[in-house]
């Protein structure tokens, strides 16, 4: 579809393809990006209105929570919970699943969200994201289970996020591609910029948190030692590092013009008994959607993160995603080991 068009429009239009379309997931999705205009707006005005710095508080994983991040999940809790397309919701601020009131009418939908990734980044003004992933819910569902938010990451019927940057973007795949929406704040509309985003199957850009070096695992140490020995090494190029702390503008950066993004498992994580530091149900998954619909890859190391069977609300997982030739090459070292 051309540049131009709002995302409104943009949704409506693809709906016309889909055989059987109620209308349901446009007015749900119409739902989420006002939400996400909200946040934009709460996270833009940031110490203008005292809402910078930590709440004070911890969330289920144990990190202090910034006022913001408790902000903006009421914000995605109460632009969406009276829609009646959804049967329920789950965060990372939010330890159990979240049911929808009574007075509210259910949905075929669940949604996941991170609502708003990177909030380290918040008190020092640097870009932070929020995450969504919506799945189907069991038909005739009122009450969802547990078991019915663990679905593979092959079974989302949407995933998108909004970066809170220079500009507020919201790129979205529904299974057809990904397309990148910006905010135009004088009429309140996102607008259709970067049609079909697409990554480079090569890169020579990495992003890795390089003072963890001591703890990977060898295959991630022999990756990363051969992007810095450049030219002169097995790779015969030189390489170039980005690293943000903010998984949603990573993302976007490869999205653009193409990287690769590691998060992967180390020795430290594995004696504190973790599995990963990025949330499989909503952070990878959503994450691993929108790279693969772009043609990038998305694994464990080992595994593709979209085929992984959950086994818990916020399990995490290592993350290996960007252009293809680079993640097959990390997949390999580490099936060589
Ligand atoms: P580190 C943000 O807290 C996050 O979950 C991701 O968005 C980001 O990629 C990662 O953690 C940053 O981790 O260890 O560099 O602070």
């Keep these: 579809m051309e540049k131009g068009v709002s995302l409104t429009q943009f949704i409506i239009e693809e709906q016309r393809h889909i055989q059987g379309a109620t209308g349901e997931f446009t007015s749900l999705l119409n739902d989420i990006l006002t939400a996400c205009k909200k946040i934009a707006s709460e996270v833009d005005q940031g110490p203008l209105i005292g809402i910078m710095g930590s709440a004070g508080s911890e969330n289920v994983q144990g990190e202090t929570q910034k006022k913001l991040d408790i902000i903006t999940n009421d914000i995605m809790v109460d632009s969406l919970q009276w829609t009646g397309h959804l049967a329920g919701m789950a965060s990372e601020e939010m330890e159990e699943l979240l049911q929808i009131p009574p007075e509210y009418p259910r949905g075929k939908y669940l949604i996941l969200f991170d609502p708003l990734d990177g ?61 990148g929406f910006t905010l135009d704040r004088r009429i309140g509309e996102f607008i259709l910029t970067n049609p079909d985003m697409t990554i480079p ?73 973790a599995t990963g530091k990025l949330r499989l149900m909503y952070e990878a998954n959503p994450m691993s959607y929108i790279v693969e619909q772009a ?36 997949m390999d070292y580490h099936n060589e080991a």
């Excluded at 003072?211 to 992007?227: G, H, L, T």
């Excluded at 690293?243 to 993004?261: C, D, K, N, P, Y």
């Excluded at 998305?298 to 609300?313: K, Q, V």
Aim: with cysteine.
């Design 119 to 179: 909030s380290s980044n918040i008190d020092v003004n640097v870009s932070v994201g929020t995450i969504f992933s919506i799945l189907r819910a069991p038909e005739g569902c009122d009450h969802p289970t547990l078991e019915d938010f663990l679905q593979k990451g092959t079974e989302q019927v949407c995933a998108g996020y909004t970066l809170y940057g220079p500009t507020t973007m919201l790129v979205l795949t529904t299974g057809n591609g990904v397309n």
């Design 201 to 273: 199957e090569e890169t020579t850009e990495f992003a890795i948190n390089m003072s963890n070096q001591r703890f990977w695992e060898a295959p991630v140490q022999r990756y990363i030692d051969e992007c810095l020995k450049g030219k002169e090494g097995p790779r015969g190029k030189d390489f170039n590092m980005r690293w943000v702390a903010s998984m949603v503008a990573e993302v976007h950066r490869i999205l653009t013009r193409g990287g690769i993004f590691m998060y992967p498992m180390d020795e430290k994580m594995r004696a504190k008994g």
């Design 295 to 330: 043609g990038g890859m998305s694994c464990t190391g080992r595994e593709r993160i979209m085929d992984m069977e959950p086994t818990g609300l916020h399990q995490r997982v290592p993350v290996v995603l960007g252009s293809k030739e680079e993640v097959q090459r990390v």
